[in-house]
């Protein structure tokens, strides 16, 4: 239950959410930094923890919708709450997460522990008062938007216009306002009328971070596929399509299953999409869809290796990606507890390992090399012997400094850039 399902830093940076498999939300604060103690900049804390779903039951289908955390997407502060969105397999809400200091007393018509007071016994008229008490964080749903997809939700995206966001399943693209709770808009719908004729699903979805009519959808076919909704209300007909060609020699059983991508992210700028499949990270230019600009080989050495990831079903794990403040660097995860991280500038790469071990305060992380035959050397591992019980599919960057969110498993990292 406790398996980290997501990561999400909000809009500034200070607040840091997890969601996990037994529906709970976790939320870290950052410390504020002291002259005494400057070491502990960018320490986090824990802030709020609240379940956020339950197991439900679908009678009419049969079926459990498991209380699982799928994304969490945080809503920008304009008051001194935060706002942040979660979404199981079936419904998503809306949190409000507020502190408290002050308690009201003084009450004219109830006593102080809350009990109805018998009219008749009043003779005086009391004003209530504010007295401060220790500080309490309070997390309440404030929406709940259910009942709206009949497959399972695997992306929400908040829109720039922050009225409204979209939810999308392996079918079919909804498109909400927050107001709204029993009817949503559905954008984009892909269900063939006969079933046996399905040839793809929808795997990931986000809106473009500055124009609200903009959204992209990533499928298991490997496509990308850039709407505008200035078109038309129902997004079927795409405004551009990305799409590698493939290589016919490097074709095998497995192509379509590796081609499939997990996670798409616009960068900050809207110019760039970052994509993941199985052994890639791509950074595809908006303005040129015939192929990406960039490609990044995540893990190499495990194209030899398929047909026993087929097996044990790890060559279906959905990988995210993410892009570092500016969008010159981007991450990744891996086998091992090993997370890549790829410089755009530089084309310089590198692969670190999260565990316990090495994660030390104030330690730094050393580079890991995998040597894939031959001779082995002192500081390099084996592919042979990696861990594939250990993956790191879920990480996230603050969105100004170098500070990033690792999940491993039931762990969360955090590490930071090295202070001189």
Known sequence: ADIISTVEFNHTGELLATGDKGGRVVIFQREQESKQQPQRRGEYNVYSTFQSHEPEFDYLKSLEIEE?????????????????????????????????????????????????????????????????????????????????????????????????????DDLRINLWNFEITNQSFNIVDIKPANMEELTEVITAAEFHPHHCNAFVYSSSKGTIRLCDMRAAALCDRHAKFFEEPEDPSNRSFFSEIISSI???????????????????????????????????????????????????????????????????VIMTGSYNNFFRMFDRNTKRDVTLEASRENSKPRA????????????????????????????????????????????????LYIFQDKVN
């Open 68 to 168: 699982k955390i799928n994304k969490i997407r945080w809503l920008p502060q304009h008051n001194a709450a935060y706002f942040l969105l979660s979404t199981n397999d079936k419904t998503v809400k809306l949190w409000k997460v507020s502190e408290r200091d002050k308690r009201p007393e003084g009450y004219n018509l109830k006593d102080e522990d809350g009990r109805l007071r018998d009219p008749s016994m009043i003779t005086t008229l009391r004003v209530p008062v504010l007295r401060p008490m220790d500080l309490m964080v309070e997390a309440t749903p404030r929406r709940v938007f259910a009942n709206a997809h009949t497959y399972h939700i695997n992306s929400i995206s908040v829109n720039s216009d922050y009225e409204t966001y979209m939810s999308a």
């Open 262 to 328: 997990s996670d798409v992210k616009f960068s900050h700028s809207g110019r760039y999409i970052l994509t993941r499949d199985y052994l890639t990270v791509k950074v595809w230019d908006l303005n040129m869809e015939n192929r990406p600009m960039e490609t990044y080989q995540v893990h190499d050495y495990l194209r030899s290796k398929l047909c026993s990831l087929y097996e044990n079903d790890c060559i279906f794990d959905k990988f995210e990606c993410v892009w570092n403040g500016s969008d010159s």
């Open 364 to 411: 730094v992380l050393k580079p890991r090399k995998v040597c894939v035959g031959g001779k082995r050397r002192k500081d390099e591992i084996s592919v042979d012997s990696l861990d594939f019980s250990k993956k790191i599919l879920h990480t996230a960057w603050h969105p100004s400094e170098n500070i990033i969110a690792v999940a491993a498993t039931n762990n």
